[in-house]
């Protein structure tokens, strides 16, 4: 039973000369940790807004096909009806913390659903502390380092309690500790809670050891979707993702001569494969 | 163009009692200034009215930002007392109408800085003001520093690309601002546009019945300040309509060199 | 050369950002600066071009002192480009953003004109000449930001974060532009957080925490030094992970870019074979 169901999903921006998204179909499963990636202006964006209703609902234009999230249908129900269900992390965390202390922006999606000074109270400590910022709860926005800013983004949509977590290029104004970091918590919404992730990123070297699928977008149309190993191969390459670095070497080693048993996609994968053909 | 008035309206967390009180107490200690000062035209009815405040910024622990924004309101007290005095008005009575919006600016100004959007927000939520009013205000209010830091880098980034602010006659230098104004007011929208973004993901407007996680209650003080700002404010009333204020005779005016004297 | 002796530096009443900085950055080098957020990056580069001044110590630029200067006169040697397009972009045309500088530096119309094509082309934007910057995409826009301060030729180029979101090929081609600037003779400062942009192009590495400048050497030194990498808040670049977890092998840490390291690895089974 798919939680994300997209059949020949077409969207054009009002006024745009072209589309942005082309006939878009795919299936996800609960669960998922799907990394989604392409280059700039192929769409991921565009698909990001559709699955949590700002597309068509803030954004007008013309949109044709199917999309079911969480068994809503996108086209009839409203952003707000939506949020419960998907969450909707951004690039910049600056401009997702508007309160001046984190509690308050964390209780803010709670509170806008209408629930219980009690049912706030305990979804915000909650969030607070899956997402380890806990001690953080009284400061103002300003004062927390990017990672930290990213993290109480993250808990405020939390908060909200949604099955499927999208978060748009969140590591872009991340130092490269914090992207780290942030990429774990993400892992562990989906390892420890079963959230469904979608993630879109270039930094395919941080976010595909976390990732049991990845889809490559290119001018508005899926061309390649499937586990990382599969995916990262010369048809990628050729569209200019950032494949891994290591995956690019073990290419070129291979290129060169030497067998490997599989093509790792992290490093620790890596490692192994190498040790394995310097130990012979 | 000195970004420093803003500071004197930026909130800062301090453990003051000032900072403490109940945001609707406060608002009401402001508005008993902000009546009482447009009441009087008395230069020495407006003098108490401002130096009443002096014990208030002290204990907001606030000097020298207080001072700042002072400082910065003195361009447009300059201004209003030339406005006065050049149309014909005596110097005592320009005096006392510069002393006016001094002290109004300084009792709003001490308001803004010890007042968290946020409280202000829960105040006026709490006052049954719709929601979408209350928080279209509070978060103007909140982004009023993060503005003078955007305003700030694009000065910076005008200036690396060879822009003089200061150089230049009178229309040049307001020609200057352009390039300031563009991306500034480009830097805007695009903020507030990803600030509506973030809103709508996490169910802005889902459901008429909020309940917020903190609730303002009023203590015992906050009562007590509301008691006495309606106290004076009576008493500052009852001056007004039965006690005659004298004034200082200093006649001096204008010397008659202008066709509207 | 752009040399600062003991800078200090600290915004008006607040902590001291910049806490006595040292540092000599010679000509056509290519020098890359990172650290942890708020380590000072952004501060020191603006004591470059005097946007701000030492509140101790000096920076001067090319044998002039800063503060004997103006950031308009500085800014004709020290090109900074910012992070954000959208904090520089006004007029109506593509062209007319361009000869803004120009015109601000006092160029004769027709020098301008001729800048103005020639960086154009360069960046691959002619075709954008007479349309307004507002309508471009985010990347076209930091190509704009960029051609607006190379259209002065300053001798000084500074970058801050020019890849944060771009794409995998744009950060190819803005890697091989920078380094062809460099051999074009220009220095090139840029801050980034991209340790794999920073692997594959190996400038200058210079470390600022808190700061201080807690690590100045070669690209291959820096990233392979445990502490200062933690200090810093960075992450190894993939590859240097790769070989520091091969180094009982024999494999080297200060390896740090693909090419190199197939070398290594050929050459490592070479040895064993």
């Known amino acids: 039973m798919s939680i994300i169901g997209a059949s020949n999903l077409t969207f054009t921006y009002a006024g745009a000369p072209r589309s942005s998204v082309e006939d878009v179909s795919l299936e996800v499963s609960p669960g998922e940790f799907v990394v989604l990636t392409g280059p700039s ?28 999230v969480d068994g809503m249908n996108v086209k009839e129900h409203t952003t707000a009806e939506l949020s419960s269900h998907v969450g909707l992390v951004f690039q910049n965390p600056e401009n997702q913390l508007f309160s001046l202390s984190i509690e308050r922006d964390v209780a803010f999606g709670p509170e806008n659903l209408g629930l219980s000074r009690e049912e706030t109270r305990r979804r915000v400590d909650w969030a607070l502390e899956v997402t380890g910022i806990t001690d953080l709860k009284d400061r103002p926005p300003y004062e927390l380092s990017g990672g930290q800013q990213q993290r109480a983004a993250i808990a405020a949509v939390l908060a909200m309690q949604p ?9 872009s104004f991340l130092d490269p500790k914090s992207a780290l970091e942030i990429l774990e918590v993400i ?37 390649l979707d499937g586990p990382p190993k599969q995916v990262y191969g010369e048809q990628a390459r050729l569209i200019g993702i950032g494949v891994p670095r290591v995956i690019t070497l073990f290419n070129l080693l291979q290129k060169g001569g030497l067998e490997f048993s ?3 996609t992290t490093v620790k994968e890596a490692a192994q494969e190498l040790r394995k053909m310097l130990s012979r | 163009m000195s970004l420093k008035v803003f500071d004197g309206f930026k909130f800062a967390k301090l453990p003051t009692p000032i900072h403490m009180m109940d945001p609707r107490a406060k608002f009401t200690m402001t508005m008993g200034l902000f009546v009482a000062a447009l009441l009087f035209s008395n230069i020495y009815a407006l003098i108490v009215i401002f130096l009443v405040q002096l014990p208030i910024v002290y204990a907001a622990k606030t000097w020298k930002k207080w001072a700042a924004s002072m400082r910065a309101g003195l361009l447009l007290a300059v201004l209003i007392f030339a406005m006065n005095f050049v149309f ?42 719709p929601y979408t009013l209350s928080f279209t205000f509070t978060t103007a209010v909140r982004l009023v520093p993060t503005m003078a830091l955007d305003a700030q880098t694009v000065i910076d980034a005008q200036r690396s690309r060879g822009l003089e602010l200061d150089k230049g006659n009178f229309m040049k230098r307001i020609r200057n601002y352009i390039p300031i104004l563009i991306p500034l007011i480009v830097s805007a929208i ?33 009562y007590f300040v509301v008691a006495v700002t309606i106290l004076l404010e009576a008493l500052a009333v009852y001056v007004y309509l039965y006690v005659p204020l004298p004034s200082p005779n200093i006649p001096i005016t204008m010397p008659k060199i202008f066709p509207w004297l | 050369m752009i040399r600062t002796e003991g800078l200090k530096f600290s915004y008006p009443s607040a902590s001291e950002v910049l806490r006595g900085i040292d540092l000599t950055i010679g000509d056509e080098e290519f020098v890359a600066i990172m650290g942890e957020n708020g380590a000072g990056k ?65 160029y ?148 740090i870019d693909v090419y190199s390291a197939e070398q290594a690895i050929l050459g490592a089974l070479g040895r064993r074979r």
């Open chain 1, 187 to 223: 892992s562990d919404l989906n390892k420890k809670l079963g959230i469904t992730i979608i993630l879109v990123e270039h930094r395919l070297d941080l976010a595909s050891k976390h990732a049991n699928r990845v889809i490559v977008m290119d001018s508005g149309k899926i061309v």
């Open chain 1, 163 to 171: 099955k499927i977590i999208v978060l748009d290029e969140p590591t």
């Open chain 3, 42 to 106: 952004t501060t020191l580069v603006k004591t470059f071009n005097g946007l701000l001044l030492p509140t101790s110590g000096r920076v001067t630029v090319d044998g002039v002192n800063t503060r004997e200067s103006s950031v308009a006169q500085l800014s004709r040697d020290v090109g900074l480009v910012f992070q954000n397009p959208d904090h520089q972009l006004f007029s109506e045309t593509v062209r007319e953003e361009l000869a803004f500088s120009l015109r601000n530096f006092g």
């Open chain 2, 88 to 129: 014909g008005s005596t110097l005592v009575f320009s005096a006392a109408m510069t002393l006016r919006f001094i002290s109004l600016m300084s009792a709003f100004s001490l308001f803004f800085m010890t007042t968290s959007p946020d409280d202000l927000g829960l105040a006026l939520e709490q006052a049954h003001v």
């Open chain 1, 41 to 68: 202006g192929c769409g991921k964006t565009t698909v990001c807004r559709c699955l949590n209703g700002l597309i068509p609902n803030f954004y007008s234009g013309d949109f044709t096909g199917e999309l079911v």
């Open chain 1, 262 to 264: 599989q093509t790792p």
């Open chain 3, 108 to 255: 004769g119309e027709d020098t301008i004109d001729r800048r103005v094509t020639s960086i154009l082309e360069t960046l691959d934007l002619s075709r954008y000449a007479d349309s307004s910057p507002f309508v471009l995409s985010g990347g076209e826009r930091k190509r704009v930001a960029l051609a607006a301060v190379l259209v002065w030729n300053p001798k000084h180029i500074i970058l801050d974060e020019p890849t944060i979101g771009q794409d995998y090929q744009q950060k190819d081609r803005l890697r091989n532009f920078i380094l062809q600037l460099n051999t074009q003779g220009k220095t090139v400062i840029t801050i980034t957080h991209d340790v794999e942009f920073v692997a594959e192009c190996k400038p200058r590495l210079i470390l600022l925490s808190k700061g201080l400048v807690i690590g100045d050497g070669p690209a291959e030194d820096i990233l392979s030094d445990e502490q200062l990498i933690e200090k810093a808040s960075l992450a190894r670049p993939q590859i240097g992970a790769l070989m520091h977890e091969l180094r009982d092998l024999g494999l080297s840490d200060r390896v």
């Open chain 2, 190 to 222: 695009r903020r507030s546009i990803e600030l509506a973004e973030a809103l709508e993901s996490r169910g802005f407007g889902a459901s008429p019945n909020r309940q917020p996680l903190i609730v303002l209650r009023m203590k015992f003080t906050d």
